[in-house]
Each structure stands twice: as C-alpha cells, then as structure tokens.
C-alpha cells in the first residue's frame, strides 16, 4: 500500500505486526498459523470498523489524496479514442480544465474535467485544478461543439474552486462561471455529471449542471471549500472541520438533499486503490444513464434538467401569527 | 404626447398597503459620510439620493428605499412575501441569525420582488438588500427570484434585478450553490423568449450573486465605486501575497476590464433605465417581438 493517511495508521501497524510474525515463522520454522490467522481476522474487522464509518474530515483526506484518480486517469480507463482539445479562443488554454472528444463504449460523446496535478510540477501547471475563465470558457466552447454536432456531453468534476486571483477577476471570473451554468441549462442534448473528488463552489458547478448529476462514495461537494467557509463564517480557516461538517458536504448528505442522483460506490480505502475498477464502476453507471437519456428528445432533455434544478431549495410559507 | 405613450402598455395597479413597517430607519438626524468624513443632514442626504453631497460616495440602499426610488411614484406590487426559509441542514445559529435579520429589516429574506411601472413601463423586479444576512443567496432569495423570472416570462415584462450580496449563504451550503444553477437556467428560459434583463450591480455583490444572474444582464449598469467580483480582495490578496490596488474590483475598474456595460449615478439609475425600457419597446419591436 502507497499514500496512507494518518487515520489509516492503525491497519498499517498491525499489518506490519502480521508480516514480522509470517517471517519470523518462517525464518524459525516455528507454526504460528494460529495466530497469523486471528491476526488477520482482526485486521479485517478493523478495515470494517475504519472504512465504514468514515468522518467527514477523513472522506476530505481521501477526496483530496495525492494519488487520488483524475480526469484524464478516468478518460483513459473509460474512454477510447481520446483527442484533447485546447484553448478557449479568447484568451489560453487554461490547463486546470482538460477536454476533447472521445467514445463511450464506441459512442461520440464530448468529455471535460477539470485536472489535478500528479506532482508538483504538474500540480503548478494545472493551478491544481483551479481554473481561471479561460478554463471555463474552453469548457464552455467544447460543450457548444458537443450541441451543435448532438454528442452527449460527460464531465468530471474535481476543484477545490475557481481560482481566487486578481487576473481572474480582471477576466470576468463571475461571468465565466455564470454564462456556462446558462448555457449548460440550455443544451438540447444529454449531460451527466461526475463529482470524482473535490467538488468546491461555483468553479465546480460551472461544470455541473446536468441532467443526471452522479458522486463518488468519498467525493465532496460544497458551496465553498471547508477552510473559506471557516474564514467566512468563524474568521478563522483553522475551523474548516467544523465549517465542513456544518455544511454537510459528504456523498450520502448531497444526495439525501436531492442534488445528485446516485452515489457510486468506491472500492475499500478509496478509489486510488483500484483504479481500473472504479473506472469500470463509473462506466457502467454512465452508460446506464446515457442509455436512458438517449431515449428523450431533445426538448424533453432540456426540461428534465431544468426540472432538476428547479425543485432544489427548501423553504416555508409564513403562517398567521408567524412573523418573528 | 411623445411617441412612446403610444406604445405603453399603461396599466393600473393595486396597491397593496404592508400590514407592518418595512424597516425601521434609525431616527438619526445627521450622517457621517464613511468615505470624506464630512457630516450632513440625513434629511439632505436622503434628497440627494443618499449620495453623499461632498464626495459622491454612495450609502447601501436597503431594497425598500430602492423600490420608492425607482418605481413610478414608488408603488410595487410584491410577490411571494410570505416565503421564509428554512434550516435544512440544521446549521448551528442559522434559526437565530435568520430570525434576527427578519426582526430588525422587517423583511423575510434578502431579496423583495414584484411588479410596477418605471416610466410607465411595466416592469418585473427584484431587488437585494444587503442589510438582511449580507444579502447571502439561500433557498428563498434563489425562488423568489426564479419565480420572478417566470413571471416576467408570462407576462412578457423586461426583468430588471438590482444586486447586492456577500455571496452565497454558507448556512445553506450545497442548496445554496444550486441557486446559482436553478437561476441561471431560468434566465436562460427567458433569453430564448428574447425577454430583456437589465442587471443593476450594487456595492457590494460578489461570489454566487455575481457568478449567476447578476453577470447575466443583457445590459449590466453598476453604481460608482461598488466593489463588485467572485472572489473578495481579502481573499485574493491572500492567496497571491501582495496588496492590491486601492481602486480594485471598482466598477470603474470592472467598467475598465470590460465587466459592465456602463456605470451610472444613482441620480440617473431610473432615467437610464427608463430610456433603455423605451428603446426596447418602439418600432413594434417590443420586448418580446410584438
């Protein structure tokens, strides 16, 4: 195992107890199959008790892994035919957005995502998946080509959030995001939405406005990311547990509040730790849904997504005698 | 008789009284300007459109004082009042918060909405308050101004929002952001009817107020000196490490970056507003194409 985090410490010491006892078994020729066999029994029973429980902060940790896939590793296991496409035509090719053409199960579809780095070198590159408005408006000129030529439109969802920077804002941050959530509303031919790992503020909903809106089992997805709302909220970005546990950002939370449709499952400790599998699942799931929604016209399309959105919200009407 | 009486859909309102003052504007008899420092009466202030009669400098408005300076005679008549919102989320010190900014605007949530006449022009606006939870865009503000949308729709009215808001409401987390979504596709309804929307930025609106419907104007107007952007300075400088310019996230810098379509005096907000109203209604070119 590679990239563990603190919380995972446990599992890691009594794994390590297992192997000390296999080898000195083996170098002493002495049977502690016995043992070796109760050891691994509770170290299953402790990979339960760990992983099914998860805290918010730990699902944060495993949101936000190093090693945690992106999407251009999900491009790669899902797709075939991939051709990366660049630039918004206005101003660069912002490399915290990647996009293109590609096949799902040999069917055109336009796919766009926004990309983590997978080192630092790449994480500098890709502003760590932060975009600027020329990321959003190369999303934007993609998802246009993918109306015009009726190609089913996927996108990954993974930022910590628009890029807080006085060149974005001299750019039209605000507009960027806002012209791509009107304009998502508006396409007449399907979207489906993954949030694969960190799904932060409207830099992530600048990609998501879809007709079917799916989330990893550890993704997040939140109005600001932890540490800003801590700001906001407390002045003190040291507070983001309690912010994100507040805000209830988790995969179970999102979706019992009707913003997406469907969790999908990750493996034990994490997608990083099967990607082909997670891949698999994710595809699986895409298809499912792409299958159905090829079955709508392309007006029934643009009000099921405009239903979607419409619905979320929770609010009351005062009663007589009700004013504060 | 000018040629735009012609084409003037005149209409009669009722006029609904409130059944409980709107606000409660403290009774004080001076205003310290908080830009030049200089003192004037309020009543002074309140004539010169509660711009500051030195400097220039434009005090928040809350949504009432908004509607009685831009609607005809400053009659309105509102939509969905008796939204409130909930804690869907249960959030520690939302209820309380909630309930304390209703107490002391009088109003029920960030933004009041409704129908009236501006230059005799009927109109569908809504209009944001600052003073109630920084003007946060939660559940009600994102409904009450959708339902705006629609209604504008329907009846085939120009829309016109005036935006002012700290950004999205954190106590409503994810429902909050969807607001965003759930505007934006409304306004993206009411362009394909080729509905006019005049966005009128405020100080100071920022985050998901600015990144759905109040960039979204076909026309977007701000008020000298509003700080407007996504992200606030104190965030930005931050996460680059350096002092920005004084003059930053200005309208006039926005106006400069090629954000907004003009700038305009709150003394000549209703005017402007008025002659683009017109503009889009001669020739039988009404808003909605006849």
Redesign the interface.
Known sequence: MAGELPFEQPLIELRGKIDELRKFSADKQIDFSEEIARLEQRYQQLEEELYSQMTTPQKIQLARHPQRPTTLDYIQHIFTDFIELHGDRLYGDDLAIVGGLAKLNGVPVTVVGHQKGKDTKDNIARNFGMPHPEGFRKGLRLMRQANKFRRPIITFIDTPG?Y???A????????A???N???M??FRVPIICVVIGEGG??GA??L??GNRVLMLENAI????SPE??A???YKDASRNID?AE????TAN??HS?G?VDEIISEPRGGAHRNLAGQSEEIKQKLWTHLQELLSMTENELIED??AK??K???????REG??? | MSIKDLFNKKRKYATIPSE?PKREIPEGLMHKCPLCGTIQFTKELDKNFKVCTACGYHFKLNAVERIQMTMDEGRFFEYDA?????D??G??DYVAKY?KA??STGM?DAVITGEGTIGGFPVVVAVMSFDFMGGTLG??V??KV?RAIEIAMQKQYPLIIFSTSGG???Q???????????T??????F??REGLFISVITDPTF??V???????GDIIIAEPGAAF???GRR??EQ??R?K?PEN??TSEFNLK???VDKVVHRKEIRNTLIKLLEMHTVKGANVHGG
């Open positions: 628009a807080p920077g006085n974005a804002e001299e750019r039209g941050q605000g507009e995001i806002a012209r959530l009107m304009e509303a508006g503020s409207g909903l600048a998501g406005v997805y939140s109005v600001s800003a709302a700001s906001i909220l912010a507040a805000m209830k950002i939370h999102i509040l913003v997504r405009y959105f419409r979320i919200g929770r609010f009351t009407y005062i009700n004013y504060a | 409980r008796d939204l409130m919102s909930e869907p989320l959030f520690p309930n209703v107490e029920n559940s009600v994102g409904e959708t999205a409401r954190m409503e987390s994810i429902l909050s952001l969807m607001q965003m979504a759930k934006s596709a409304a306004l993206h309804k362009a394909e985050g998901g600015t990144a759905s419907y109040a960039m979204l952007g996504f992200t965030v930005i996460t680059i350096q920005l930053f996230q970056h090629g954000q």
